[in-house]
């Protein structure tokens, strides 16, 4: 999957996607093991879609992160203007 068809998701969405591509990267392993395996590229490309949902996760979570540090320091900054300590 592209990263713009997986950034509309909801997190819910992504972690039952990224389920399913687990069990299907175990599945191709398992056909690897016994010499079955012959979508050898198809391993790749959920190995690379797992990386993305990782990606997205963790822009998700700095984005959160970033927006409650800006918020808190802009209460504090706005009590310290009105009548803050002196």
Known sequence: MKVG???PLTEEQLTEQ???LHEEWRDLRFQEAVGQLTATAR???IRKTIAR???IRTERETDEATRAYLLKRDLSSTQTVTGGKR
Do not use: S
């Open 5 to 7: 068809e997986l950034r």
């Open 43 to 45: 391993t790749r490309e």
């Open 18 to 20: 990224l389920r399913e």
């Open 53 to 55: 949902i990782h990606t």
